[in-house]
């Protein structure tokens, strides 16, 4: 099968140009002016006359069908990469979780039953390190050979996921030696845990609690130690769902004395900000971890996104229903499951606050949606680029295009929406996933499990050199 993207503006990070995109089979044949008239043929055509063609969007932090905070994620594989397929997100990397007192491979192997056959788009995996032990840090050696570079530890969620400082940093020891990269949540949860018990005992109970209680210079505090740490170890590192100016502060300042540190940022913590937790328990809706930051902290973020302190955004999606999950937390907001949906609107919620806003150029969107997540997580040539040979996920997105986010819309298995009513700029109208079109006149058309996994290549060992 062979398709032409015809008359669009082909959108990469390194640059734009009037251009069409042949499709032969699954990956891309050519791109050039005016194929037709240089004699190409096609079994179909798309004219994209107005739209962008861009490389389809990678999300680097999903979690579905996740085990968490006594309930689970409420997208499975299934309705989280199609809802991401609307979106014109064309690959997600989720994150396995090693059951505490099991093996990697344990967790592994539970989290390619969850996605085997389900997937509406290509799937990778990251790794959550729950505990850290001899045999657990040997065993990363070949979950790296297998395609799951990354490994993320926390400082967060004591009696959870939390790391001690010296666990982390045998685990940074190990990525040196096996290529991997460690990601790092980075809140100290130990001095969250005694704030958020004396606002809950003194009956402050609320939602907004939860986001006065875990303070940015906690984050700061973690993302500097966990750097420091990695400085020690010779490692390289990546703080996720990066929130607050604190933190940033402490990448930029690594950064700007050449420690190899990365960092992601989320929709949430550029568009939605403390306030949105205060009116009673609507505020549960927007409880995650970091939480939302007061709105000062936003223009750090987006200056951080400019300057490249922050490489990449990532949703962190993590999806629970208001009505029968967040209520499990109405009495005490320790009890709310952490976390927010996201993954159908990123790439629309970043070109209308980041391009039509003026904050970003449309090459440094496509570049932290999509190409800088395929350059960090093994993916570079293959996805994140309009490129002959690149795999052809591309998305037709018209610019224009205006449309209001909300519940009764998305695609997303949950019941509401952290954006719901806000009008957005921008939208993708056809999405193919390897030469499949898979998301057409609104509606999903690719074949069930057309998704395969992805086996992704350990880019520690460059990232350390400065060399990706
Ligand atoms: O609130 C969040 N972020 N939930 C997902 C788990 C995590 O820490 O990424
Ligand atoms: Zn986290
Ligand atoms: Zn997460």
């Not at 502060?249 to 050449?258: K, L, P």
């Not at 490249?308 to 109405?330: E, I, M």
Request: glycine share 12%; hydrophobic share 40%.
């Amino acid at each position: 099968m062979r398709t032409l993207i015809a008359n669009g503006t082909v959108v990469n990070a390194g640059g734009s140009a009037e251009a069409d995109v042949l499709v032969d089979g699954e990956t891309i044949a050519l791109v050039g002016h005016d194929l037709a008239a240089a004699g190409v043929t096609a079994d179909r055509t798309i004219d994209a006359t107005g739209k962008y063609v861009i490389p389809g969007a990678i999300d680097a932090h999903t979690h579905f069908d996740m085990p968490f905070g006594g309930t689970m994620s409420k997208d499975t594989f299934e309705t989280g990469t199609r809802a991401a397929a609307f979106g014109g997100t064309t690959t997600i990397i989720d994150f396995a979780i090693q059951p505490k007192g099991g093996s990697l491979r344990d967790g592994i192997d539970a989290w390619h039953a969850k996605a085997e056959g389900q997937c509406a788009i290509d799937y990778g995996f990251h790794m959550i390190v729950s505990d850290v032990r001899d045999d657990v840090l040997a065993e990363m050696d070949g979950v790296v050979a297998e395609g799951i570079p990354e490994f993320k530890l926390f400082t967060a969620y004591p009696g959870v996921f939390y790391s001690d400082d010296g666990s982390i940093f045998r685990a940074m020891q190990r990525s040196v030696d096996n290529g991997g990269l460690i990601m790092m949540h980075a809140e100290n949860g130990i001095a969250i845990d005694v704030v958020a018990n004396q606002n809950a005992e003194s009956g402050h109970t609320e939602p907004y609690y939860h986001g006065v209680s875990r303070y940015p210079i906690f984050e700061g505090e973690a993302a500097n130690r966990v750097i420091r740490l990695a400085e020690a170890a010779n490692a390289a590192v990546y703080i996720v769902h990066l929130s607050s100016r604190d933190a940033l502060d402490a990448v930029r300042e690594a950064r700007d004395r050449g420690t190899p540190a990365y960092a992601e940022t989320c929709p949430q913590y550029l568009f939605l900000s403390l306030d949105d937790m205060g009116n009673g328990f609507e505020g549960a809706k927007f409880v995650c971890s970091p939480p939302l930051r007061p709105k000062d902290h936003q223009a750090a973020l987006w200056q951080g996104l400019q300057s490249d302190d922050l490489q990449v955004v990532a949703t962190d999606h993590c999806p629970f229903d208001f009505h029968g999950q967040k209520d499990l937390g109405r009495a005490d907001f320790r009890r709310i499951p952490n976390g927010l949906p996201a993954v159908e609107d990123r790439l629309d919620l970043l070109h209308d606050g980041g391009v039509v806003g003026g904050r970003l150029s449309r090459e440094r969107w496509v570049e932290v949606c999509s190409t800088a997540p395929a350059r960090l997580f093994g993916l570079a040539g293959r996805k994140g680029v309009v490129a002959p040979g690149a795999d052809a996920d591309l998305v037709v997105y018209d610019p224009a295009r205006r449309h209001v986010i909300s519940a009764a819309t998305h695609h997303m298995a949950v019941d509401y929406s952290c954006y719901e009513g806000r009008a957005v700029q921008g939208g993708s109208d056809v999405v193919l996933s390897r030469g499949t079109v898979i998301v057409e006149d609104g509606q999903y058309c690719g074949p069930k499990g057309h998704g395969r996994f992805l086996r992704r290549q350990p880019t520690g060992e460059a990232l350390r050199r400065g060399a990706v």
